[in-house]
């Protein structure tokens, strides 16, 4: 590195980050920074908000559970036309998933 003067920022998420100086010479090849010390942040949050969505199908030991309200081609539709739709992907599934496969 150059000679010269350099801020050396020591920062970590949840931690207030510490600014200190560093002066390079030609004359010094290593230096000793010692430890540094770095304090926890605390921050007041006003609202936290947790999102999370459902599986669109769920296994359980017996039965499956379809999620419609995760399938973007069921928005706008009625039970019916869901069912509908559905109906032979879930046989598809239920297939491919159990079927036995010769040896």
């Excluded at 010269?4 to 030609?26: A, N, P």
């Excluded at 090849?29 to 010390?37: A, F, K, R, W």
């Amino acid at each position: 590195m150059a000679v010269g003067k350099y801020q050396l920022v020591v920062s970590f998420i949840g931690y207030e980050s510490k600014e200190i100086d560093v002066y390079l010479s030609d004359k010094i090849n290593e230096m000793d920074l010692g430890s540094i010390q770095i304090s926890p942040s605390t921050e007041v949050l006003a609202e936290v908000v947790v999102e999370g969505e459902k599986i669109m199908v769920e296994e359980k030991v017996d039965c499956t559970i379809y999620n419609a309200e995760n399938d973007m081609t069921t928005k706008g539709g009625d039970a019916n036309r869901c069912i509908e739709t559905r109906a032979l992907a879930f046989s598809r599934y239920r297939w491919k998933r159990f079927s036995a496969v010769p040896a």
